[in-house]
């Protein structure tokens, strides 16, 4: 494949990037890129194939930090999915002293009466 033909894909992948991600609501944007992150592992993979064929030093050092930066992305990627899912889940109740915990449960009401 020739450069233009790469250049052709290139841009229209960054108008086909910049649309789809432009139509999704703010409350999506952040698990949807934290997602996104995560599946970038594909990156790393590429990245620890090109280091393992690489004999040219200079190819090496740019697969390595390929290598790094691809990690630190997949591993901000779940750190922000866990994160966002924090966020989603229920608070825990409190037992405070002199109450009953089992009275605290849901459902516990209805065993009382």
């Known amino acids: 494949m020739d450069g233009i033909a790469l250049l052709t894909i290139t841009v229209l992948a960054v108008f086909v990037g910049f649309e789809v991600v432009s139509k999704v609501s703010s409350t999506?944007?952040?698990?949807?890129?934290?997602g996104a992150n995560a599946?970038?592992?594909?990156?790393?993979?590429?990245?620890?194939?090109?280091?393992?064929?690489?004999s040219d030093p200079w190819v090496l050092a740019v697969a390595l930090l390929a290598v790094v930066l691809a990690t630190a992305n997949l591993v901000g990627g779940f750190?922000?999915?866990?994160?966002?899912?924090?966020?989603?889940?229920?608070?825990?109740?409190?037992?405070?002293?002199?109450?009953?915990?089992?009275?605290?449960?849901?459902?516990?009401?209805?065993?009382?009466?």
């Open 28 to 34: 999506l944007h952040t698990p949807l890129m934290s």
């Open 39 to 54: 599946i970038h592992g594909i990156i790393l993979v590429g990245a620890i194939i090109v280091a393992g064929q690489a």
């Open 79 to 113: 750190v922000v999915t866990d994160r966002m899912l924090e966020m989603f889940r229920g608070r825990k109740r409190e037992v405070t002293a002199g109450k009953n915990p089992e009275a605290l449960k849901p459902g516990a009401k209805e065993g009382m009466r």
